[in-house]
Structure formats: structure tokens, C-alpha cells
């Protein structure tokens, strides 16, 4: 059988930690945060909520949203010590959200289409413009996106380039970034010839992978994913790499690369306080 990548796992590849990639996908090491298992409980009751508001053909319902916690609290093995947290997340939540439930085509249906998983939280038509939108929630306290950082992300080039196989014939696949905690939405529109090129980023990534494996060399290198992993790291927990005087090319790379990383996590971390406070 051929492999099936996670969108996050060639996302960290994209990122360029490929220690990240081996310790996460191959050894299978546990990096879940009581934040992850929040959004994990979180996915959970806004999918038995949608599933309760189609059934139901209505758009916001503070009934259904109360038995669709219970629902889907029961559904994930989430502590009972984060429960009141993901109460309170939830009620915020339910009294902004609404759908229309004609608009809806599908709800975290996992698909893995060219050998790659990917599991939209909510897929939905636009009618004005012969759209899809794909909407994935984020429910951590990292601070909504630029339109431009939306469209760098690798994961709104893969989801909307395998929406546009499972749902053809739309002109405009439209991703959108829902920044729970401060209520805000991001979006980004791909026509579908934008999207023919994603093939070859999903295809060097899995390169990168299989080399990786052949080779047995996982470099951990300084990147985007530093803000928010929390492995154990050759790089960061090793003092030694980064010798107090620089004599390789190599070394002021390295050195470099890590400097660029940590001012880019300090940046990500005042602006979240910074939306955290004002929250």
C-alpha cells in the first residue's frame, strides 16, 4: 500500500524541521498540549452541532449547541479538568456562530485524496461568486492571520487544491481561517488553475521525507514551527552547537537561522498576549 502523509507532517517539512517530522509521524512521540486537547474537544462539539443544525434546518439554536457539547464532550477523551475552559470556549462561540444550512455540503469528512489526509472542519457553498469554502477553526490563542500569511500557508493551498477535486466545477475555492477566541475570519481566494501547482510542493515535501528515511539524517533546523513545538530539540537544548565564537560558514548559519527563529516566536508571543489582553 502506499503511505498516507498528514497535512500537518508535510506542513513541517514546508516548515523545514524534519527533527519535528521523525519524532511526531515516525516515533511517534506525544506532543499533545492541554491547548491541542481543548481544540480537539472544541472540533468535536462544533461537529455534532452542525450535523444537529442541518438536521434540524436551522441556523443557531442555543439548545442544540447545549446538547451538542454534552455530545461531543462524550466523543473525545478530554480531561475533565479542561472542560469548564472548553464550556466557556464553546459558549462564546455558539452565541456568534450561524449557518445557513442550505449553503452546506460537508463537515469534518476526512479525505485522502493523493495520499494525503485532510479533514475540513466545514465546507460550504457561496452562491454569489460559484464558490467553496473550505473553513478550518483554529481555537488556540495564536492572532488571526493577514490575508497574505493566509495564502502562504501551506495548508490553505492543500485544502483548497484537494476540495477542488472532491467538489469540482466551482470558479473561485475560497479558504478561511476561524480565529475562534477573537472572532474574527480570514479568507483567501485560489481560482482553480491557481491550485495545479500544489501538486509539486506536496510531491517535494513527500521527497524531502522518503530522502530523509533512506539517509537517516532528521535535521532539526530553526523555522516557524518553533513557536509552538514543545519536543526536546538537538538545536535549542544543546548550547554546544552554537560555539561562543563563530569559525565555520556552516556555524553562523545555524546561528543565524536560530536568531531569526527566536525574534520570530518573541514576535508571534507579544502579539498573542498583546490579543490576549485586549481580549
Not at 135 to 154: C, I, N
Not at 155 to 165: F, W
Request: with cysteine; glycine share 6%; charged share 25%.
Amino acid at each position: 500500500m502506499l503511505p498516507v502523509y498528514r497535512r500537518s507532517e508535510l506542513e513541517a517539512v514546508v516548515d523545514g524541521c524534519l527533527h519535528r517530522v521523525k519524532a511526531l509521524w515516525i516515533d511517534g512521540v506525544d506532543d499533545t498540549t492541554d491547548l491541542a486537547l481543548i481544540g480537539q474537544g472544541f472540533a468535536a462539539v462544533k461537529h455534532a452541532y452542525i450535523k444537529r443544525l442541518v438536521a434540524a434546518n436551522i441556523g443557531q439554536d442555543a439548545d442544540e449547541a447545549r446538547a451538542a457539547f454534552v455530545e461531543g464532550v462524550a466523543s473525545v477523551p478530554i480531561p475533565a479538568r479542561l472542560i469548564p475552559e472548553l464550556k466557556t470556549l464553546w459558549d462564546f462561540h455558539a452565541e456568534k456562530f450561524e449557518m445557513d444550512p442550505s449553503r452546506f455540503v460537508a463537515a469534518e469528512e476526512s479525505g485522502t485524496e493523493g495520499g494525503i489526509a485532510w479533514t475540513p472542519d466545514l465546507v460550504q457553498v457561496l452562491p454569489d461568486i460559484n464558490g467553496l469554502e473550505i473553513v478550518d477553526d483554529k481555537s488556540g490563542w495564536a492572532p488571526p492571520m493577514t490575508e497574505d500569511e493566509l495564502r502562504r500557508l501551506f495548508q490553505a493551498r492543500v485544502y483548497s487544491r484537494y476540495a477542488r477535486d472532491r467538489f469540482p466545477n466551482f470558479s473561485r475555492y475560497v479558504f478561511t481561517i476561524y480565529a475562534i477566541r477573537f472572532n474574527v475570519r480570514v479568507s483567501v481566494v485560489f481560482t482553480p488553475d491557481e491550485l495545479d501547482s500544489v501538486d509539486t510542493e506536496i510531491d517535494a515535501a513527500i521527497a524531502t521525507i522518503e530522502g530523509a528515511k533512506h539517509t537517516g539524517h532528521w535535521p532539526a533546523i530553526p523555522g516557524p514551527s518553533c513557536r509552538f513545538c514543545t519536543l526536546a530539540c538537538p538545536v535549542v537544548d544543546n548550547a554546544a552547537l552554537v560555539p561562543a565564537r563563530l569559525s565555520l560558514p556552516e556555524q553562523a548559519v545555524n546561528a543565524a537561522a536560530w536568531v531569526l527563529a527566536a525574534e520570530g516566536q518573541l514576535k508571534a508571543v507579544k502579539k498573542a498576549l498583546k490579543a490576549y489582553c485586549a481580549a
